[in-house]
């Protein structure tokens, strides 16, 4: 699994076809699921039963996004499920430190997610205990919105302290990734691209390619 990642989000397949929808993104690093709880997002989408089948019929391990509220409480759930990262909101816990560690005891790589509002700065220097940053390019709830460049400084602050510090740590984004934003978002240190609509609005297989090579291409111009 190496940079550049792309992490397809289920949240833009069929529901009701899981099962073909996730096999149609084999080739992909990683599987996004989304889990909205209609309270710190205005949306909703599913819970534990669902991801535990996921998490059995998925060609590829699962990245779970969990915009939920107090996630101290539910985020360590998804990692006794099997997932291979759990990635929660800094906004929703009160101990992300703590949260991290019970995560990564479990087993799953401990991930945390920035809503656009919220400042990097005062999470840099907790950096070494996640295995995964996510910086959040939409305002989160739902799929399908315009990417936001003005969120490439904190991916630049991230990547600065990831070097400065020798972390091995990735720098993920979520939110109106395309073949025309991904390169903005790796030039600015993102190593892991989710993409939803970019991935399912197509032939998934191909998108996955296009994305991947529009990452590649610009990570390649830059070195
Ligand atoms: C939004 C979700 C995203 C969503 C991205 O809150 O976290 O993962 O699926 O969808 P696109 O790629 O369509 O912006
Ligand atoms: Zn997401």
Redesign the pocket.
Known sequence: MKSPRINP?I??ADFVNLQAELEAIASADLV?V?VMDNHF?PNLTMGPPIVERIQAVSPVPLDM?L?IADADRWAPGYAELGAYSVTFHAEATNDPVALARKIRDIGARAGIALKPGTDVAPYLELLPEFDQLLVMT?E??????AFMPDMMPKLQQASEAKKAHGLDIWLQV????TVDTIGMAAEAGADTF?????VYGGVPEQRIAELRAAANAHVHTKA
Do not use: E, N, T
Request: charged residues 10%; glycine residues 24%.
């Open positions: 989000s949240l833009s996004h989304d997002v996004h915009m939409v989160p709830g739902f799929g399908g919105q979520d939110g109106g990734i989710v993409a939803g609509s970019a």
